[in-house]
């Protein structure tokens, strides 16, 4: 038997080819390092407001990360910037306000007699407890964490309540203190992924407390799920309520029929959808209380299955564009 091998064309490498081998090679490493800055930094990765569909919600998030930006850079010296009256920080629709983890007031733009003052306590309107929904932001281990806080707010001058929604941004300045930094404004357009979002955490919420805790979250107007006249409900896989915060005491009730306006049988369809997916959206018209024209209304649930029990939880909202537009 000849153990000898004479090489073929095939075996022997060109020096080109060996170039594009090592091209390809550093190419590879590149790509890592860049995936690498991008777990680290996900604000690098890619520009947060682009999660947004509404201008409004987009421009509130490039205000507040921006501002973030400058207080990582200067630390508290950028509170002279902040507090310049008709600035790009400080106008007529915005303001920045700024909280260390203990919930004292370090930097308020229109209120600056709350610097100092440790506001923790502070509950809105329905006991919802503003600032530790705010310092829980900056417990979380990510260095840019963000998140958004919802609360029934009275101006002195307003006759009743408007909700506000603001836009928390944890911050950790050059000597390594941490803050909250963040703004808010009034008549939020409501976004799809913060009900998703929200709905997420709620399931969390189910699986690590149990149905008996988290229910009763759900059902507590002063919880970190009840907002904007949205709230997270609960039914089991047939459509039957277990959680209905818009009907408090009529519990179990049988939603496996409920329709829209137009007749879509709107349970019917989430139903179908969870059969074979972990979550469904599912858009239907509805009047806005007060309203006579009818309005899109969009429902997010998601399928979470909790001992040997499959639960849907989900949530919906008036769509802010018209019945005619597309978004």
Known sequence: MNLSHTPSATDQTCPASRACT?????????????FSLCLAFPAFAADRSSLYLYEDTKRLVRLVEDAATL???????????????DSHWFNQKYYLFVYDLGGVNV??????ELTGKNLMGFQDMNGKPILRYITDIGKKPQRDASGWVFYLWQEKNDFLPKWKSAYIRKVVAP???????????????????????NIRQAAELLVTEGKEAAFRTFRDPASRFNFLETYVYV??????????????????????NFKDAIGR?????????????????VQYLWPRPGAARLSRKLAYVRKVRIGGETLFVGSDFF???????RH
């Not at 207080?71 to 009256?85: D, I, L, V, Y």
């Not at 930097?107 to 600056?112: D, E, G, L, M, Q």
């Not at 049988?265 to 959206?281: N, R």
Request: aromatic content about 10%.
């Open 22 to 34: 090592a091209f390809r090679q550093r190419s590879l490493i590149v790509l890592f390092i860049l």
């Open 71 to 85: 207080m990582e850079r200067n630390g508290t010296a950028a509170f002279t910037e902040f507090g310049r009256k």
């Open 107 to 112: 930097f308020h733009a229109a209120s600056p």
């Open 235 to 256: 039914t089991d896989e047939k459509g039957r309520a277990l959680v209905d915060p818009a009907f408090p005491k009529m519990q179990g009730r049988d939603l496996s």
């Open 319 to 325: 769509l802010a564009t018209p019945i005619w537009m």
């Open 175 to 197: 000597d390594n203190r941490i803050y909250l930094l963040g703004c808010g404004v009034y008549n939020f357009k409501i976004e799809r992924v913060i009900i998703q979002e």
């Open 265 to 281: 049988p709107v349970m019917t369809e989430i139903i179908s959808k969870l059969q074979t997916h972990d979550e469904a959206w």
